[in-house]
């Protein structure tokens, strides 16, 4: 069982930064994959970002690739998403989500409750 808690979200203008934590409860944090999934009102859920238990892989959705990056500290039970040059269009609440399978998009066997991220024009 992993329990996860996201925070760091918040409104900041467009061009602006936000660094997303996720707090991972349990000694087999290292072994999961971990993912960022963002969801906007009235859109589907959409996988941003992953990485996996070693940090060896990272995937990243078009949409954010060379703005995001993730990153995590297996030491902290925590894994990070920078988010720069924020868009209006990023505005969604994030969730993390640990997998224990590598497989894109991951599918997230324990979700957080999500942190509101919203970007103002």
């Known amino acids: 069982q992993v329990q996860l808690v996201e925070s760091g979200g918040g409104l900041v203008q467009a061009g602006g930064s936000l660094r997303l934590s996720c707090a991972a409860s349990g000694r087999t944090f290292s072994s999961y994959n971990m993912g960022w999934f963002r969801q906007a009102p009235g859109k589907e859920r959409e996988f941003v970002a992953g990485i996996s238990w070693s940090g060896g892989s990272r995937y990243y959705a078009d949409s954010v690739k060379g703005r995001f990056t993730i990153s995590r500290d297996n030491a902290k039970n925590t894994v990070y998403l920078q988010m720069n040059s924020l868009k209006p269009e990023d505005t969604a609440v994030y969730y993390c989500?640990?997998?224990?399978?590598?497989?894109?998009?991951?599918?997230?066997?324990?979700w957080g409750q999500g942190t509101q991220v919203t970007v103002s024009a």
């Open positions: 989500a640990a997998d224990s399978v590598w497989f894109i998009p991951l599918r997230g066997d324990y």
